[in-house]
């Protein structure tokens, strides 16, 4: 039953019917199902307590949250904090249940294909609306003027895809996944339908026109060859992705990649409010009251660090190197090449490092996706610690990789500065 709630769950989150389907138009089912999800999987979650404490991942999500209701506390305003807590802590708590519910082969698969199946309809529904000018529920794409004067339309969905680089970067994270599947699956029908949709979702990537989506497909590419391929034939696979990605670049970049001066200002603005408020933050989704546009930084390492503080962005920082760092050793367990465990982990390894390339140029560090990936992750990741043994080898230096994400993340900083200065440089050029 628990399982079941938590697909459903998933599920309303990526289709929001509550937002165009007339019988259910209005009704709070996403919290509702949420609540229910929780009430239901509670006693579960205190019986296996003791497993999630020796995970550090789960600590650095729960000092996410604590930091995120903390950036309005150290501003005097309860109010925030309280807020920042109730849609925050939804997200977190999202997270949690990935882990737990999705750490069994069977509850791992279900949850794959609810969110493979959600992006497929989106894909659908983008394609219908591209073809006719409207989707489910008579949703129009969005139309965005270029630098030419030329008018492009980029489709988007519901929800927390209303967006088309939201939009853009779900079709992009389910290319590997899809793929993970076909390699994984022993069943003859779910590989072929797996490998069906690729091109299906690849078409509706292309039709939301996004920048910020390109940019995804190049980091997913890297990923990829890094995970798959040795030596010198890993660098041609991340060279021809690369090219054929530039090739095929739809309208928007008809203009060329240049600097965007408006962006760089924004992360400049982030980060001296950082330095204002270099512990606490600005306050969680706050950082609009200190840039000169009133936007959000466009850069989610820049924008937690500035809203969250060094509070924030230590566990933040800490809960996706953890993530990384531990599922590339789970892939290097002996045995484990060739084996469906493999294919996943190296599937959500490229969609999690093309997301994450994609976020650095865009404002997504509490969007539900992150956190679904990262607990996929984690939940693949105790499958085959369960599976070969291997709980010490993946997680048995956690003192040290504390110490090696603590530096990375503090290290990070001067190097977001850097960036900002070449970005700069490049701009008056």
């Known amino acids: 039953m628990s399982l079941f ?246 309208s928007r970049f008809s203009g060329g990649m240049g600097v965007d001066v408006n962006r760089v200002s924004l992360w400049g603005e982030s980060m001296d409010a950082f330095k204002t408020h270099p512990i606490f933050g600005v306050g969680w989704r706050n950082i609009e009251d200190y840039t000169s546009s009133f936007q959000v930084t466009h850069n989610s390492f820049i924008n937690t660090l500035a809203e969250l503080g060094l509070l924030g962005y230590i566990p933040w920082f800490l809960l996706i190197f953890l993530t990384i760092v531990h599922m590339r050793r789970a892939m290097n367990i002996k045995g484990i090449d060739g084996t469906p465990e493999y294919a996943y982990l190296s599937g959500l390894f490229s969609a999690l490092v093309g997301y994450l390339t994609a976020v650095y140029f865009l404002t997504r560090q509490y969007n539900h996706v992150l956190y679904i990936l990262l607990g996929m992750a984690v939940a693949q990741t105790l499958i085959v610690c369960q599976k070969y043994n291997a709980y010490d080898q993946v997680f048995g230096t956690i003192k040290k990789d504390y110490r090696r994400a603590v530096f990375w993340c503090l290290g990070s900083i001067p190097m977001l500065w850097i960036t900002i200065r070449l970005a700069n440089l490049a701009g008056r050029g």
């Open 5 to 250: 709630l938590l697909a459903t769950y998933i599920a309303l989150i990526f289709i929001r019917p509550q937002e165009w389907w007339q019988p259910v138009y209005g009704f709070e089912l996403v919290n509702v199902t949420a609540i229910a999800t929780l009430v239901v999987s509670f006693p579960k979650l205190m019986k296996e307590q003791m497993v999630f404490r020796r995970l550090p991942e789960i600590k650095c999500s729960l000092l996410l949250l604590l930091a995120a209701a903390l950036s309005w506390v150290g501003n005097s305003y309860l109010g925030g904090a309280l807020n920042a807590f109730d849609e925050f802590g939804k997200v977190i708590v999202l997270y949690l249940l990935i882990v737990m519910l999705g750490r069994s082969a069977r509850g791992f698969t279900i949850l794959m294909w609810t969110i493979l199946l959600c992006i497929t309809w989106m894909a659908i529904h983008g394609i219908v609306q591209a073809r006719t000018g409207a989707g489910f529920g008579g949703l129009p794409p969005n139309p965005r003027i270029l630098e030419n004067g030329d008018t492009t339309y980029q489709i988007v969905a519901y929800g927390i895809f209303n967006d088309p680089n939201d939009l853009c970067l779900a079709f992009i994270i389910a290319v590997p996944l899809l793929y993970a599947v076909y390699k994984a699956s022993g069943n003859g029908a779910s590989k072929a339908l797996a490998i069906c949709l690729i091109p299906l979702v690849c078409y509706g990537a292309y039709l939301t026109n996004s920048r910020g989506g390109v940019v995804g497909i190049l980091g997913m590419l890297g990923a990829y060859g890094i995970s798959r391929a040795k030596g010198f034939r890993r660098w041609i696979i991340v060279s021809v992705g690369g090219t054929v990605v530039f090739v095929v670049a739809p």
